[in-house]
């Protein structure tokens, strides 16, 4: 039997940074939530939408939607029965090979997302861009960019098993 080796514990300067992501992340995801209160969209029903939005013909494969959101293909169909049962989105089979399905954005998945954008990004700006300067933002996209692809590359392996 391997022995198992003693954990890394975090040193004062990973442990500051770790608490002060984790407590401004979750803070920012439930503010974020909240300000999208008033058009009945969760986060997670937004990021999907905007995901479809920005797709061409506002269609997207389930599996490249879900590996592209990093979530699972269980949860990414819990999100879309939420959606579907809303009007904003419907599952199309995939007649090109019968394996899969197409997650689709409805006109009224369009309408909602439209509707919310304006005051969504408005919080976003509020709550997190206009509080740093255009150098602390560069620095923020590349060490989440870093961060993204670590965690995607992981997903992919952690999916594959």
Same mark, same amino acid.
């Given at each position: 039997m391997?022995?198992k080796?003693?954990p890394r ?8 940074? &770790?608490?002060?992501?984790?407590i ?12 999208l ?8 029903d ?7 939005s ?16 990093m979530l ?5 169909s ?6 579907e049962?809303?009007g904003?989105v419907?599952?199309?089979e995939c007649?090109e090979?019968?394996?899969?399905? &197409?997650?689709v954005?409805t006109?009224?998945?369009w309408?909602? =997302? ?14 997190? =861009? ?7 933002q560069?620095?923020?996209?590349? =060490? ?18």
């Open positions: 391997a022995k080796s003693a514990w975090l040193n004062p300067r990973e442990m500051k940074a &770790w608490r002060s992501y984790i401004a992340s979750r803070r920012l995801l439930e503010a974020l939530d909240a300000d209160d008033g058009h009945d969209l969760t986060m997670a937004y990021e999907v939408m905007a995901q479809l920005d797709a061409p013909g506002r269609r997207m494969r389930m599996s490249e939607l879900a590996e592209l959101a699972s293909k269980s949860r990414l819990h999100r879309m029965k939420v959606m049962k809303a904003w419907k599952r199309e007649v090979d019968r394996r899969g399905y &197409w997650a954005m006109d009224k998945g309408k909602a =997302i439209l509707a919310a954008a304006p005051s969504h990004v408005e919080s976003v700006r509020r709550r997190l =861009i206009d509080q740093l300067s255009a150098k602390e560069e620095a923020l996209a590349g =060490i989440f960019g870093h961060v993204t692809e670590e965690l995607r590359n992981q997903f992919l392996e952690e999916s594959k098993g």
